[in-house]
């Protein structure tokens, strides 16, 4: 059964510094999202992305944040000034339709990134 | 200092028993709901959907109702297993908001063998 999958698994990093977290959505879906998910707390949604730009995109999706799908497999997530309050899980997701038709959204098994 | 997380509520249920999830969701416009599960250390497996022109939905061995008088929804797990022990998050999706899901807080179930 096709799945999303995101690399690293786990990524450290020193407060400042640039990160990029990558993911491989279903092959045949067009609608791509980050969410994140910091520790004991719900699953939030960063971004959406579709047809080459970003759909919608929440408060916590500043400027420090930017996503990029630089082929026709890969979708990257970066943050460009890591800070402390980053730390987290970040999940991507795709669906084949927008959200309301098709079958969903579907997870990744996230990356959690830890800012020192 | 001490982190403020989530108090997951807990559903505690034998094996074999069936389950009911609930959630309550607040935005009147949301027209589409999913549930996802999630195990320790994976990320949201989808379950089940449905959108707000239903008022049931089955899977297999599992139901989700929606009621939008009340604006609630549950998850009904049918001969509960041992593999279903996760916690389960409900996430709605307002129609303007595009393809955002808002997701609830969670309930974490624990199958007794």
């Known amino acids: 059964e096709p799945e999303v999958t995101q690399t690293p698994s786990h990524q450290v990093t020193q407060m400042g510094q640039e990160v990029i977290l990558r993911c491989v959505p279903i092959?045949?879906?067009?609608?791509f999202y980050w969410y994140r998910q910091i520790l004991g707390q719900k699953v939030e949604f960063l971004v959406s992305?579709?047809?080459?730009?970003?759909?919608?995109k929440s408060e916590i999706f500043d400027d420090q944040f930017s996503v990029e799908r630089p082929d026709g497999s890969n979708f990257t997530l970066k943050i460009r000034s890591t800070k402390l309050e980053d730390s987290a899980m970040y999940f991507c997701?795709?669906?084949?339709?927008?959200?309301?038709?098709?079958?969903?959204?579907?997870f990744g098994p996230g990356t959690r990134l830890t800012v020192l | 200092g001490e982190s403020v997380g989530l108090h997951l509520p807990t559903l505690s249920v034998q094996e074999g028993d069936n389950s009911i999830i609930n959630c309550a969701y607040s935005?009147?416009?949301?027209?589409?709901f999913i549930w996802y599960k999630q195990e320790s250390g994976k990320g949201p497996q989808f379950i089940i959907d449905?959108?707000?022109?239903?008022d049931k939905r089955q899977g297999q061995r599992v139901t989700v109702l929606l009621n939008k008088t009340v604006k609630h929804l549950s998850l009904q797990i049918a001969a509960t297993q041992p593999g279903d022990s996760a916690v389960y998050f409900c996430?709605?999706?307002?129609?303007?908001?595009?393809?955002?899901?808002?997701f609830g807080g969670g309930t974490r179930v624990l199958v007794k063998p």
């Open positions: 996430a709605e999706r307002e129609k303007a908001a595009g393809n955002k899901l808002t």
């Open positions: 997701a795709s669906s084949e339709y927008r959200a309301g038709t098709g079958t969903g959204q579907f």
């Open positions: 449905i959108r707000s022109n239903m």
């Open positions: 092959s045949n879906h067009l609608y």
């Open positions: 935005n009147s416009a949301s027209d589409y």
């Open positions: 992305f579709y047809n080459n730009e970003i759909s919608e």
